[in-house]
């Protein structure tokens, strides 16, 4: 098995930087190792993991899952009488008042997704010494890799303890087993997803031999007339439809183009203004009804001496999405005019800014949540209010927007 990975190591000995374009050459790592890009620094791959480890512990994260989905999630009571709600509630409640895209929205990050990509890692890993390289085999590797920016199930973990702190003043709150089955499936899957990253398991799919182009390590594709995949990070000739390596298809310029990305930006930013002005949440006390703006729900947890969780919820659904909007169009626009010397920081500024913009999610998680627990009650229910969806939809539209933001922009206008 060891020469037979030497050997189809040798077909790729370089690889392209899927962040700044950069080629260079791939080295045996040993254990514990990794390569990174020698000149933005992006992770490149690590050592391989074992993979037989990887297979247990993503097929007891999907069980654990399953089995959470079955029992109750949380419960509240209010005088005397108890409610309870499954994860499924939390994921489905929604569609039950006209927010079917909500509903979908929240069951699709939280529960379809995390299951796709682990049935999808299961089987990619453990058919790895079988068939390698079958249509199959590259089909859920290939979906495994577009799976992966939609997992959120560790902002809807922290959703839910917001939503404990919300209504902890109002009624007793009691976690129950589905939420600690769940906290653990998010702890697994974080660590399988973390452990796959870090494995070039390219090496082991390979659709064909590489075509028969010169590469250089050491100048970008761009200059060679050559593109980086995407997603496996193979070296294609400019022209081809499809990567070799991946089959990931690769014309796919007018995503990645300044326009795009200022178009999804500028969506985004429309649809802050509904998320904020409409109420998100509408709770009725006895009879009364109380729509709740975002900003309204942050003073009344303030008022209430809930101050942490005020400053959570301000910052994941005010200072987060507008920061984002602004920063991702000032990072694009200016993107043609700046030196060498500040393209580190602006590459740490844009990463930090994609990585940062799920949490918003939060705030939406917590309406799911509360409209799940606390519903046809007699002393008091929630009711998902109309910026929800407007709010949800700024969300994915910033996340798109990053995914198609170039960072290649920064350097190859640096180098000119
Ligand atoms: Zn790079
Ligand atoms: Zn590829």
Known sequence: ??????????????????????????????????????????????????????????????????????????????TGSEQSMTLMDAAWQLSFFHEKVLAVLVLLTVILIPVLYLVSL???????????????????????????PWLMTDVFLL??????????????????????????????????????????????YMATSRPNIHVQAGMTANEQDLQTCPLCHALNAKDADKCYQCTEPQKTAWW????????????????????????????????????ATIIGGV??????????????????????????????????????????AIVQNRLLLFKVTDWIGRWSMIDIFVVAILVALVRGGTVMSVYPGSAAVSFAAAVVLTMLAAMSFDTRLFWREAHK
Not at 55 to 65: F, G, H, K, S
Not at 282 to 290: A, D, K, L, P, S
């Open 1 to 78: 098995m060891i020469a037979k990975k030497a050997a189809k190591r040798e077909q790729t000995d370089v690889v392209g930087c899927p962040q700044c374009d950069w080629v260079s050459q791939r080295t045996e790592l040993s254990k514990r190792e990794h390569a990174e890009c020698p000149r933005c620094g992006y992770f490149l791959e690590g050592a391989a993991t074992r993979h037989h480890t990887l297979v247990a512990i993503a097929a007891a994260a999907l069980v654990l899952l399953l089995a959470s989905l079955q029992v109750n999630f949380i419960s509240y009571s209010v």
């Open 122 to 148: 299961i089987w990619v890993y453990s058919q790895i010494h079988n068939s390698g390289s079958n249509r199959l085999n590259r089909y859920f590797l290939r979906l495994m890799e577009h799976l992966k």
């Open 159 to 204: 959703g839910t303890l917001v939503s404990l702190v919300k209504i902890s003043g109002l009624a007793e709150v009691r976690l129950l087993e589905g939420f600690w089955g769940f906290s653990v499936f998010v702890v697994l899957l974080l660590y399988v997803y973390e452990r796959a990253k870090r494995t070039p398991i390219w090496d082991y």
């Open 256 to 291: 990645r183009k300044p326009g795009t990305t200022l178009a999804l930006i500028f969506a985004g930013a429309i649809m802050l203004i509904p998320a904020h002005w409409l109420p998100v949440m509408e709770t009725v006390r006895f009879g009364n009804e109380q729509p």
């Open 299 to 340: 003073t009344e947890l303030w008022q209430a001496g809930d101050r942490p969780v005020a400053v959570i919820i301000f910052v994941a659904s005010l200072v987060i999405p507008v920061a984002k909007v602004l920063t991702l169009a000032v990072l694009l626009l200016l993107a043609q005019r700046q030196t060498p």
